[in-house]
């Protein structure tokens, strides 16, 4: 079977997101400030960012290839992993949302070759015109997206921005850098079978969090199902419900293959692992700076998305060896929240 590590490239083999530093360094601020904007709010696709934060750049392509440069090395060490990658048999090939002219004078430099998947962009003086390269609509989020791109086989994903959401959903195995460790809300945990309350249509995300014992060890494991409210302002859209059991399995009860299943009034909507994940890594990050304290609770990835969950619905999560955890979506009104 084909193994490849699909990396993205701006913020993940690069320090930095050269991208975003070239739009507003070179282009326009204002329209950058706005077109982010739209995309946090969920208005604007990826491809329309793209192209018109870069409409306003006009600097000639030489120039904005030696300050990439100097601003934006691999990150030590990538050299390195590469050939380790392809030394243990994995192929290793970059998706990115940014420019052919823009990365591969940087991986020239660093003495890395690798398979490229890139837009293109034609760098006139009077604004440079983004050439897009990833197929129109993808099946799973309706964005032109890097899910397409993945190859056949088993796949490792790594990235670290919006354009990378889709692809990595499809993945088996999924790793996230320390920046997208968050703290939660400990009063929005509920248990089986609670009210969830909501105004709109819900998201719900299956998890697997694990529960800290003494002096910091994981102490247990347990199904956890994060909702989310898709279009309420970040970050009321999430936080207010994290349904948690039904039972903890000590970890050598936990079983080696996690899968995930959830069925939505009866119907399976969504299948996962929730296997494979670095707990341990985990909790040493998460014991950075503070002190875990028995029964603070860690989530691991999410294996995947339900979304468009109306009220009145009863939603189960089922995973091997800790059983169903089951909640319903309940109407309520609209308020300031
Ligand atoms: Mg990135
Ligand atoms: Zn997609």
Same mark, same amino acid.
């Given at each position: 079977?084909?193994?490849?590590?699909?990396? %993205?490239?701006? /913020?993940?083999?690069?320090?930095?997101?050269?991208?975003?530093?070239?739009?507003?360094?070179?282009?326009?601020?204002?329209?950058?400030?706005?077109?982010?904007?739209?995309?946090?709010?969920?208005?604007?696709?990826?491809?329309?960012?793209?192209?018109?934060?870069?409409?306003?750049?006009?600097?000639?392509?030489?120039?904005?290839?030696?300050?990439?440069?100097?601003?934006?090395?691999? #990150?030590?060490?990538?050299?390195?992993?590469?050939?380790?990658?392809? /030394?243990? /048999?994995?192929?290793?090939?970059?998706?990115?949302?940014?420019?052919?002219?823009?990365?591969?004078?940087?991986?020239?430099?660093? /003495?890395?070759?690798?398979?490229?998947?890139?837009? #293109?962009?034609?760098?006139?003086?009077?604004?440079?015109?983004?050439?897009?390269?990833?197929?129109?609509?993808?099946?799973?989020?309706?964005?032109?997206?890097?899910?397409?791109?993945?190859?056949?086989?088993?796949?490792?994903?790594?990235?670290?921005?919006?354009?990378?959401?889709?692809?990595?959903?499809?993945?088996?195995?999924?790793? &996230?850098?320390?920046?997208?460790?968050?703290?939660?809300?400990?009063?929005?945990?509920?248990?089986?079978?609670?009210?969830?309350?909501?105004?709109?249509?819900?998201?719900?995300? !299956?998890?697997?969090?694990?529960?800290v014992?003494?002096?910091g060890?994981?102490?247990?494991?347990?199904?956890?199902?994060?909702?989310?409210? !898709?279009?309420?302002?970040?970050?009321?859209?999430?936080?207010?419900?994290?349904?948690?059991? !039904?039972?903890?399995?000590?970890? %050598?009860?936990?079983?080696?293959?996690?899968?995930?299943?959830?069925?939505?009034?009866?119907?399976?909507?969504?299948?996962?692992?929730? &296997?494979?994940?670095?707990?341990?890594?985990?909790?040493?990050?998460a014991a950075?700076?503070?002190v875990l304290r028995?029964?603070d609770?860690?989530?691991?990835?999410?294996?995947?998305?339900?979304?468009?969950?109306?009220?009145?619905?009863?939603?189960?999560?089922?995973?091997?060896?800790?059983?169903?955890?089951?909640?319903?979506?309940?109407?309520?009104?609209?308020?300031?929240?």
């Amino acid at each position: 079977m084909n193994r490849s590590v699909v990396l %993205d490239y701006d /913020g993940t083999v690069t320090e930095f997101d050269l991208l975003d530093r070239i739009a507003r360094e070179f282009g326009d601020p204002e329209v950058y400030d706005e077109v982010e904007r739209g995309l946090d709010e969920g208005r604007l696709p990826l491809r329309e960012v793209i192209t018109r934060e870069f409409a306003p750049v006009t600097a000639p392509l030489d120039e904005v290839v030696s300050w990439v440069l100097e601003h934006s090395p691999v #990150r030590p060490g990538f050299a390195d992993f590469v050939g380790a990658a392809r /030394g243990a /048999g994995w192929d290793v090939r970059i998706v990115s949302s940014g420019f052919h002219e823009l990365i591969e004078p940087v991986l020239a430099r660093a /003495g890395v070759e690798v398979d490229l998947h890139a837009n #293109r962009v034609d760098p006139r003086p009077d604004g440079w015109r983004v050439e897009w390269r990833y197929p129109d609509e993808c099946d799973a989020c309706g964005e032109s997206c890097k899910r397409a791109l993945l190859p056949p086989g088993e796949v490792v994903y790594v990235g670290d921005g919006y354009s990378d959401r889709c692809a990595a959903l499809a993945a088996d195995r999924v790793f &996230d850098d320390e920046t997208s460790f968050e703290f939660a809300n400990p009063a929005a945990v509920v248990g089986p079978g609670a009210a969830i309350a909501s105004d709109r249509p819900l998201e719900l995300l !299956p998890r697997l969090a694990a529960v800290v014992g003494l002096d910091g060890a994981l102490g247990g494991f347990t199904a956890f199902a994060e909702w989310r409210r !898709p279009g309420a302002p970040v970050p009321k859209d999430r936080d207010f419900a994290l349904s948690l059991g !039904p039972v903890v399995v000590t970890p %050598d009860a936990l079983a080696a293959e996690l899968t995930s299943v959830v069925h939505v009034d009866g119907d399976e909507r969504l299948q996962g692992r929730l &296997d494979g994940f670095a707990w341990s890594a985990a909790r040493d990050l998460a014991a950075r700076g503070t002190v875990l304290r028995p029964g603070d609770l860690l989530a691991g990835p999410a294996a995947g998305r339900v979304d468009a969950i109306p009220p009145e619905t009863l939603v189960e999560l089922d995973v091997t060896g800790i059983g169903t955890l089951s909640g319903r979506t309940r109407q309520t009104t609209a308020r300031g929240t």
